[in-house]
């Protein structure tokens, strides 16, 4: 919770010496609060509030950069329990997880798949974030499955090992990749802990509830590891999803310095319809690191978008660029659809006329980002933009004929568009889906 | 200190919405299906009461199925030619526990089909299974005000949920679904006060909340289920609050959204996920009710429910 600017009035030395620049010690604190002073402005705040202050300025959940180079990525610094509050930051990292007892032929192939996980929607790149190497017992093979991994990708690693000596041998090996170790339990602390130290890695900390979790957290920090990455252990979904929000609400609601951090969970279920819905429950709820195991692409792709949804701006909707796009081989005789620059609109727009193969211009209107119709209410899919829209794109330099189709949403703008326009309005189908059978017919 | 847990207490609760009616209320269902009574939030088991959980039901069309992806043309096979085999085959064969009938036959593109025609099926349904019903319109608004009430007639005393209320037209609707003792459907395009004020016009009717459950409309995994997600948490949150206008289940029509995408189409795995993970998401963000088209999506779905609900 922020402090308000009584708070933080609470904390100044209350004497009104005007050396801020402001009136009052009262009127300071207000302007603290909003952030537009900094505490520096104030010569006599004494080192107790400076720290207090500090500390409450810092972001509830610490945020944790993972990898390095190309594909590093960031955790934490989230700021809300609900995306409708504001949104959310920094999306999950969907690792895999690889055991060593694995031939290298099953691991290279894997990871070819891995690799290979990168798909396009509404103009954003979907990426998988992390392979994560299990070791089982062998010290020797797990130090030649990092050696394979290390050599066969660049996604960031995950080091899953509880032994001190395997692992410091491990972190020698991969140390320019800066790998997160996972990680350290109560029984294991102070090794792995120099470890994490030594090794500057993030590390994932275990312990089955968040009062054995705290304990850990805040011994760590008195040995020194700064990033650290929450785990409550194998547990059913239902209370996976119950700590998950509490390590959350933590963080958020009791500013309980000692969880916030980002967490990590590790799906198992073998079936990866239920390996995606666990997936999906957890990017929803919280989490920072997901592991799991399926290599289905169709299984990843519904992963990755749904991470998608959830972590797009609320207040700022996907747009595209607004203007003529070609769509296939046009010519001076192609239809022109004209739609909104929503990149969902767009893109659905899209796929329906490449589906008719039928080569069309697509004509974005800026909308700022609006759908058809909030457009047409909001008085951004007028007659008059539209008729602006056609002129600069040039639109009768590109065809002949002197045709426009609408969405069949807007039928309402034909009257007025043909008279600012000078085309002939054609009103097209309600929905995209009916796109590829009005493209046929047009001609 | 150790830290304490965060448990939040809601003053609000669900309101319990049942559909179907037995012999013993003048019905002919086999069962009477809860929704809603919840006092917490989505899964959050350790804060309050979760009476029911989120409940399936097999959509079907009244008319021989058009315009479905191949997946699901294969799926049901030849049932599909006859809409009553259809909702027998998703009863027998795949243990549905609800219908929901779209009377897609009464649209002007699919052939018109009258009021009385359309009322004769559904006697013809309620006669070959005897699963609860939900009933809903073509889309098409003129056929709909007067095909819709002649469907809610037919089935007199059924308790069906039947839609869909708008907020242009509700009117005739609240009257027959009052007439003849079933729930409302009401349908807000992704608004919470769309839906609020819809609530408070059919309630002003004499319809009461525990019998309205709100449509938020939806969009599928990757086609808008963000705006849906947030609109269906905010209401919630809102109900729970104290808001009784809004303190109505959610029904989400997740096969017809799921099914339309480009991506339903690429292989059946990747459509049934596609189904599967709209529904799981949605229920996350509070949804009671998931109208779904694939057996395969709702077995996956019902899977999930099972382990959430499991004690």
């Known amino acids: 919770m922020a402090f308000s600017g009584l708070d933080i009035y609470k904390l100044l030395p209350k004497t009104n010496c005007r050396e801020c620049g402001l009136a009052t010690c009262l009127a300071f604190a207000m302007q603290l609060a909003k952030k537009t002073v900094g505490l520096e402005k104030c010569p006599f705040v004494s080192e107790e509030s400076k720290n207090i202050l500090e500390a409450q300025a810092l972001p509830p959940i610490k945020q944790i950069t993972i990898g390095v180079d190309d594909n590093h990525f960031d955790l934490g610094n989230e700021t809300v329990l609900f995306r409708h509050e504001e949104k959310f930051r920094n999306q999950p990292g969907i690792g895999f997880v690889i055991e060593d007892s694995l031939t290298d032929a099953q691991i290279t192939q894997r990871l070819n798949k891995i690799n290979d996980f990168k798909f396009e929607r ?52 991969a140390q320019t990749r800066a790998p997160v170790i996972f990680g350290a339990n109560p029984e294991n602390l102070n090794l792995i802990g120099a470890l994490a130290k030594e090794f500057n890695a993030p590390l994932v900390v275990s312990a089955a509830d968040i009062v054995a979790l705290t304990k850990l957290t805040e011994e760590l920090k008195t040995l020194g590891v700064k990033d650290l990455i929450l785990d409550t252990g194998d547990k059913p979904v239902a209370e996976k999803i119950w700590d998950l929000t509490q390590l959350r609400r933590q963080a958020l609601k009791k500013s309980n310095r000692a969880l916030g951090y980002p967490s990590l969970v590790v799906v198992k279920q073998s079936d990866p319809y239920q390996e995606a819905i666990e997936a999906t429950a957890y990017i929803a709820k919280y989490a920072g690191i997901i592991l799991i195991q399926g290599l289905d692409s169709w299984e990843i792709l519904s992963i990755l978008t749904l991470r998608q949804d959830i972590y797009s701006d609320p207040q700022k909707p996907l747009q595209i660029e607004p203007k003529i796009y070609p769509v296939g081989l046009v010519t001076d005789k192609s239809p022109v659809l004209i739609t909104t620059n929503f990149s969902l609109t767009y893109y659905t727009v899209l796929a329906e006329v490449e589906a008719s193969k039928v080569p069309a211009y697509i004509l974005s209107i800026d909308t700022q980002g609006m759908s058809v119709l909030t457009a047409w209410a909001a008085d951004k899919f007028s007659a008059e933009y539209i008729t602006k829209a056609v002129a600069d794109a040039k639109v009768k330099e590109l065809v002949k004929h002197n045709n426009l189709i609408i969405p069949g949403y807007v039928a309402m703008l034909s009257g007025d568009l043909e008279e600012s326009s000078g085309c002939n309005i054609i009103v097209g189908p309600k929905e995209a889906a009916g796109i590829p059978s009005f493209l046929k017919n047009l001609s | 200190m150790d830290p304490q847990l965060v448990v939040d207490k809601w003053p609000g609760t669900i309101f319990t919405v049942a559909i179907g009616a037995k012999s013993n209320e003048g019905g002919s269902r086999n069962e009477e299906i809860k929704i809603g009574g919840q006092n917490c939030l989505p899964l959050m088991f350790k804060e309050g009461v979760i009476a029911h959980p989120p409940q399936i039901a097999f959509e079907i069309l009244d008319i021989p199925g058009v315009d479905l992806s191949e997946e699901l043309v294969k799926v049901y096979g030849a049932a599909l030619k006859d809409p009553l085999s259809w909702a027998q085959k998703c009863v027998q064969e795949f243990g549905a526990k609800l219908i929901s009938v779209k009377m897609q036959g009464s649209h002007p593109d699919f052939g018109n089909r009258s009021p009385l025609e359309s009322a004769k099926f559904i006697e013809l349904l309620l006669k070959k299974v005897n699963a609860p019903l939900i009933i809903t319109g073509s889309g098409d608004d003129a056929n709909d005000s007067l095909v819709i009430p002649a469907c809610s007639e037919a089935a007199k005393g059924e308790r069906c949920l039947i839609g869909s209320a708008v907020q242009d037209s509700y009117k005739t609707l609240v009257a027959s679904v009052l007439a003849d003792g079933h729930s409302l459907i009401a349908e807000s395009p992704i608004d919470i006060n769309i839906a609020k004020q819809l609530n408070i016009l059919i309630s002003d009717m004499g319809l009461g909340l525990e019998r309205i459950v709100i449509n938020p409309t939806i969009g599928a995994l990757g086609y808008g289920l963000e705006y849906a997600y947030s609109i269906m948490e905010r209401a919630r949150i809102a109900a729970l609050a104290g808001d009784k206008t809004l303190a109505c289940p959610f029904i989400c029509f997740v096969g017809q959204e799921a099914w339309k995408t480009k991506e339903a189409k690429v292989n059946p795995e990747q459509g049934i996920i596609w189904e599967t993970i709209t529904a799981t998401s949605l229920i996350q963000a509070g949804a009671d009710l998931l109208v779904m088209q694939h057996p395969r999506a709702v077995s996956k779905v019902s899977q999930f429910m099972e382990q959430l609900f499991k004690k």
């Open chain 1, 122 to 173: 509404v103009g954003q790149e979907l990426k998988v974030n992390l392979v994560a190497l299990k070791f089982s017992q062998n010290e020797k093979r797990y130090l030649e499955v990092v050696k394979l991994v290390l050599k066969q990708t660049l996604l960031p690693l995950v080091l899953i090992c509880q032994e001190a000596q395997v692992l410091r041998q491990a972190l020698v090996l």
